[in-house]
């Protein structure tokens, strides 16, 4: 009886090591990299345009609602976490807030109009999200993530021919191969 004891607690020992040995050389793999979330992620497919997707729980938990509430930052890229957290709880007027603000930091920054546009858009404030949209291209005609967006925006409004020439410049423009790809499938969608 002895024997089969402790051959049991032996073998529970073991066990826990294994597991533990097992999880500490897997965990990279397991594990969210929080040191390399970006401010603007990209795109996958959580969500139509899907920007949000690259915050963690951590950042999630890190900025609860109390974090939120400090509007006096003047750290753009702390604004940007805010708004970004905001929008992803779907805090929508917080989040414009904060995209607003983060605009008089960066008044050229087209990805903060796409992102104030597709949150504008959310609080069924649509034809102001167009407006802001259309100052992120005029800011930089280049950037094919606010072309997606202004696609898609026009896609749900009915806007056919807008989302058309939209989304036709969001897959010929830039080399992100996943905003191309969701371009021209919105791209099929259309009437």
Do not use: C
Not at 6 to 20: A, P
Not at 31 to 51: E, K, L, Q, Y
Not at 134 to 148: F, K, P, S, Y
Request: hydrophobic share 40%; charged share 20%; proline share 4%.
């Amino acid at each position: 009886m002895i024997l089969d004891t402790r051959f049991w607690i032996v073998l529970v020992v073991f066990q826990v090591v294994f597991g533990l040995a097992i999880f500490a050389i897997t965990r990279e793999y397991y594990m969210p990299d929080v040191d390399n979330v970006s401010a603007h992620p990209p795109i996958t497919d959580r969500s139509p345009v899907g920007w949000t997707s690259g915050i963690t729980e951590a950042e999630i938990s890190r900025l609860s609602s109390s974090a939120l509430s400090l509007s006096n930052s003047q750290d753009p890229a702390a604004i940007s976490r805010q708004a970004d957290v905001a929008f992803t709880n779907k805090q929508y007027d917080r989040a414009a807030e904060l995209y607003e603000q983060l605009l008089s930091f960066s008044p050229n920054d087209a990805e903060i109009y796409n992102n104030l546009g597709l949150t504008l858009h959310y609080l069924g404030r649509s034809d102001e999200a167009l407006r802001r949209l259309n100052d992120g291209v005029a800011v930089d005609a280049e950037h094919q993530r606010t072309w997606l967006t202004l696609g898609y925006v026009n896609s749900q409004l009915g806007n056919a021919e807008q989302a058309r020439i939209a989304l036709t410049n969001a897959v010929q423009l830039g080399s992100n191969e996943s905003i191309r790809q969701a371009a021209m499938k919105m791209l099929e969608e259309l009437p």
